[in-house]
């Protein structure tokens, strides 16, 4: 209901789409076949791919946290303290990316800024 954003990983040639308004991440292959629905987690506004951890992480806007998704959907982290504006809290997380070091930085819409998590 709002393709909120997309992840790639081609270790398993799949697509994960963050559906934000169904709170949802949706698995297909690059054909579009459908794979998996993960829900009951929170709202994916953004997604990254992280080859080294085999893991997808996903900036839950609603809830103020990023979360740590294994490859069979379920939650394995959680990153940062819920709503706030001091290092470590979150206001509307949105965008979030993985370096190839394992470094997370996360965008947020209110604080106007960028986080970095290092590994």
């Not at 997380?93 to 819409?109: C, F, K, L, M, T």
Request: glycine share 12%; net charge neutral.
């Amino acid at each position: 209901n709002l393709v909120h954003d997309v992840a790639v990983d081609n270790k398993r040639n799949r697509l994960y789409v963050g559906d934000r308004n169904n709170a949802r991440i949706q698995v297909f292959t690059p054909e579009g076949k459908h794979l998996a629905t993960w829900s009951g987690f929170g709202e994916p506004w953004g997604l990254a791919y992280a080859e080294k951890e085999d893991a997808i992480y996903m900036c839950d806007g609603k809830n103020n946290r990023v979360l740590r998704v294994n490859m069979e959907g379920q939650v394995t982290g959680v990153l940062g303290g819920g709503f706030g504006k001091t290092p470590g809290t979150f206001d509307y997380p949105h965008y979030i990316a993985v370096d190839s070091e394992g470094s997370i930085y996360v965008a947020e819409i209110k604080n106007w800024r960028v986080q970095k998590f290092a590994k």
